[in-house]
Each structure stands twice: as structure tokens, then as C-alpha cells.
């Protein structure tokens, strides 16, 4: 079945260094591709988005491109700030799930000033 | 405009008893998907419903149902509650032309001891 897996954490990162967050997919057909946030006590936040291979998504510095031929779509940002400290999740959608979101295990960063 | 409102945000109950959580999407969208979080399982989707009528359901059993009214807000209902149905219980609404995207609300932490 369709399925997400992204790189384990805890990620602890000094500020301004750069982030990699790695999750590769399995889907068939053509997914639609997401990344959202959680803050700690919340819910999830919609952070970018791509809808067809060679998308990029990006959203307050953070970029993934939807990479068909390795079935990825890595998160980065070149500079992070302790505010983005949280839980990261990688999802995927099909149009045959429609709003059923699948999603990765998640990723915690935790950014030091 | 309002975001995703759910309550309560956070409720005890015991074993054998049951639950109705609500949920209050975003104005003008009228698909509704619940999806629960547990540390051990992640994020899983339960239930979409659209229009009054479940669209798509998740892998539950039955005790895990819902419901949506003609004003698009939405309630979810655990009968007979496990100590394993302790987890956040997050609520996320879409526009019909553009379901893939969600937007999720803070959600409901539920301990069942």
C-alpha cells in the first residue's frame, strides 16, 4: 500500500545551520505531496505543498521539491531560527484516497540559539 | 477568517464509557476528515465526510463514528472506550475543489484511564 517514511530524529541543529529533512514515498498512481508542522500543544499546519513531479513548494524559507525518479521530496531550509523548532511530518495524498492523508512517522527539530 | 475550531480540547474518561468530540470547520468548507494521533501509530486517518455523508472511512473498528450536519460542522463518537483510544484527536477541514489541501484544527487530547 501507499506509504511515507522520513528520516528519524530528534534533529538538534545550532541557529542559522542548514536543514535536511529527508522522507521518500510509495504510492501508486500520482500523489499529491505535503509537508505540515506541528508546534508543541497544537495542531498540524500546512507548511508547502506540490502537486506534480518537478513542483517545488515553499513557504517561510523552507523548499521540498516532488521528485518522481527517486520517489522524494526532501525538505530544506538554509538558515533555521529557534522558532522553527517542532515536529515535522512528510504526508501524501491520492486522488483515489481524496482527503486521506498518509503520513510519515515525523521528525523532531530542535534548534539551539 | 476563523480557523478549525474542536472541542473540548481535553477530556478523561474511563473504560466502557463514550465520547462525542466536536468539530467546526472553516467557514464555506464542507469536508470534514478526523485523524488520530498516538506516539505509537502516528497520524491515521479516520473518517471524511461530505455533505452529511461519510465519503471515505480509515481502518477502525466500529466503535470509531461520526456524523456531519447540514451546517458542515461534524462530531465524532468512540463507544465502549479502550485504554488504547488515549491519543489527540485532530479535526481538518477542505474546500471541495480543493480537498487535498487541509486545514487542521488544534485538536482534543483524550485520556481514557
Known amino acids: 500500500g501507499d506509504s511515507v517514511t522520513q528520516m528519524e530524529g530528534p534533529v538538534t541543529l545550532s541557529e542559522e545551520a542548514f536543514l535536511t529533512i529527508n522522507c521518500t514515498y510509495t504510492?501508486?498512481?500520482?500523489?499529491?505531496l505535503f509537508w505540515y508542522v506541528q508546534y508543541p500543544g497544537e495542531g498540524l499546519q500546512l507548511l508547502l505543498k506540490?502537486?506534480?513531479?518537478?513542483d517545488k513548494g515553499s513557504n517561510k524559507g523552507f523548499e521540498a521539491t516532488y521528485r518522481k525518479e527517486t520517489t522524494s521530496f526532501h525538505l530544506e531550509k538554509g538558515s533555521v531560527q529557534v522558532s522553527d523548532s517542532a515536529v515535522y511530518f512528510c504526508a501524501l495524498t491520492t486522488p483515489q484516497a481524496g482527503t486521506a492523508l498518509i503520513f510519515g512517522k515525523g521528525t523532531t527539530l530542535s534548534v539551539s540559539s | 477568517k476563523a480557523g478549525v475550531t474542536q472541542t473540548p480540547r481535553y477530556l478523561i474518561k474511563t473504560r466502557g464509557q463514550q465520547v462525542t468530540l466536536s468539530c467546526s470547520p472553516i467557514s464555506g468548507h464542507r469536508s470534514v476528515s478526523w485523524y488520530q494521533q498516538t506516539p505509537g501509530q502516528g497520524l491515521q486517518f479516520l473518517f471524511e465526510y461530505f455533505s452529511e455523508t461519510q465519503r471515505n472511512k480509515g481502518n477502525f473498528p466500529g466503535r470509531f463514528s461520526g456524523r456531519q450536519f447540514s451546517n458542515s460542522r461534524s462530531e465524532m463518537n468512540v463507544s465502549t472506550l479502550e485504554l488504547g483510544d488515549s491519543a489527540l484527536y485532530l479535526c481538518a477541514s477542505s474546500l471541495e475543489g480543493a480537498r487535498e489541501t487541509q486545514y487542521f484544527g488544534p485538536g482534543t487530547r483524550l485520556l481514557v484511564l
Open positions: 504510492a501508486t498512481g500520482y500523489p499529491s
Open positions: 506540490a502537486t506534480k513531479a518537478d
